[in-house]
């Protein structure tokens, strides 16, 4: 992994945090990321010693007398003791989120794609102007042009080259910038600090789809964003095995994120919060494997002559590699390939003798997937242009000696079949 960071930085707990994460107060000295993210969320001492916070399932949360049920009430919501807003399964995760992004608060969603718009929806209205990146995972794209602009909030896309020149494109009614990096399919790398800077000058908010790096890898607070974005369904739970999102917010976004998501009645499921947290805790040792495995497989495929380029950031050949060198503190295991034109009979070849790729949608878990992008994903701001087709690669868990004999194979159908 050459001309890359190592490991994470080690982060430190407040004493608080250290009794929130199931750490004694003698144990207040900063700790390593891959000690937070064992310890982080858990108190065995609230649930019998068990290890892991267990599952509560449950909608009616019953107070003992008129004292503890008033106790309980919140001035922005007098019904907070309801299943609805949380047990502690929930606040285990959302804790360990917090801890391990370093945001004010966190909250769970069902989904990545519903994390994503009910945290846009909670801060816009009529007449807001919304600045989104033009490489925005589809779903997100699909629903701030269907929705958001069917409830008179007026949407642009921006080139995600932009940087600090978004100033260009900023309005005094702009309201929230949403940005993603690496981009959704073409892993465009973002100047976030630069951009947002140029937001907050209007006050408006920077939302952050943040799954590709986990909190482990990108800082989202540090370089200015106001809202952190995941798909737990992806690298958190590692698994596929559940649907889950989470977002985290500094305290300036906080409140309304909060009370959005309250008005739109997002939950998500406690066995989902649950797996969550079991993968949690080996996500820095797969993602350090998932780093490793995915530069040495981008590189061996960047030999293939079928390839015309590699579209990984933490590669040194990659445009956005100096700003991922700048801002992130490592890399998972998604990248794009872009295919010298083959035609359909070759490409089918191809993913036909694949034998440990899979092709599958979503990605961040054990298994290797190559999913095929015969269509070029939605571009009006971009200035990049690609050839297709494009395959998205998830490097698993598997031998990277294995994938890369396995893509070999393919590929030498492929060439077979042209």
């Known amino acids: 992994m050459s001309s890359v960071i190592s490991s994470p930085l080690p982060l430190k707990l407040t004493p608080s945090e250290n009794i929130a994460c199931g750490l004694s107060r003698s144990a207040a000295e900063p700790h390593h990321i891959d000690t937070q993210i064992i310890h982080a969320g858990r108190d065995p001492e609230r649930f019998s010693g068990m290890v892991n916070t267990p599952v509560f399932r449950g909608s009616t949360i019953m107070a003992n007398n008129l004292d503890d049920w008033e106790a309980g009430r919140q001035v922005d919501n007098p019904m907070a003791m309801y299943g609805r807003f949380g047990t502690p399964t929930t606040?285990?995760?959302?804790?360990?989120?917090?801890t391990l992004e370093g945001g004010h608060d966190a909250l769970v969603f069902p989904s990545g794609l519903s994390a994503c718009t009910h945290s846009i929806m909670?801060?816009?209205?009529s007449g807001d102007h919304v600045l989104m990146t033009d490489s925005a995972y589809g779903p997100t794209r699909t629903f701030a042009e269907?929705?958001?602009?069917?409830?008179?909030?007026?949407?642009?896309?921006?080139d995600p080259l932009i940087g600090g020149e978004i100033r260009t494109l900023v309005r005094p009614n702009t309201r929230v910038v949403?940005?993603?990096s690496p981009g959704s399919w073409t892993f465009e790398v973002q100047d976030i600090p630069a951009i947002a800077e140029e937001a907050h000058k209007v006050g408006a908010f920077v939302l952050m789809d943040n799954t590709w790096a986990t909190p482990l890898y990108f800082k989202s607070f540090e370089h200015g964003v106001d809202v952190s974005i995941h798909a737990a369904t992806k690298y958190i739970?590692?698994?596929?095995?559940?649907?889950?999102?989470v977002v985290s917010a500094n305290q300036r976004a906080w409140p309304i994120l909060k009370q959005g998501a309250h008005d739109f009645g997002q939950t998500a499921g406690p066995d989902d919060i649950y797996l969550a947290l079991r993968g949690m805790r080996s996500m820095a040792v797969r993602l350090r494997q998932h780093w490793d495995s995915g530069i040495q497989l981008a590189e061996y495929l960047r030999t293939q002559p079928l390839v015309e380029r590699v579209l990984h950031p933490a590669l040194p050949s990659d445009p956005g590699h100096q700003l991922w060198k700048r801002d992130f503190l490592g890399s998972s295991g998604l990248f794009t390939i872009e295919l010298k034109p083959v035609g359909r009979p070759a490409l089918a070849a191809f993913f036909d003798s694949l034998e440990l790729f899979g092709i599958g949608l979503s990605w961040g878990g054990y298994e290797s997937l190559a999913l095929p992008i015969d269509k070029p994903p939605t571009r009006t701001a971009s200035k990049n242009t690609y050839q297709y087709p494009l395959v998205r690669i998830h490097v698993g868990l598997e031998s990277v000696d294995d994938l890369k004999s396995?893509?070999?194979?393919?590929?030498r159908r492929m060439e077979s079949a042209l």
């Open 146 to 158: 269907r929705v958001l602009r069917r409830m008179g909030v007026d949407v642009e896309f921006f």
């Open 178 to 180: 949403f940005v993603e």
């Open 406 to 411: 396995d893509m070999g194979r393919a590929f």
């Open 122 to 125: 909670a801060f816009v209205k």
């Open 237 to 245: 739970v590692g698994h596929s095995d559940a649907l889950l999102g």
């Open 91 to 98: 606040r285990a995760f959302e804790q360990a989120i917090v």
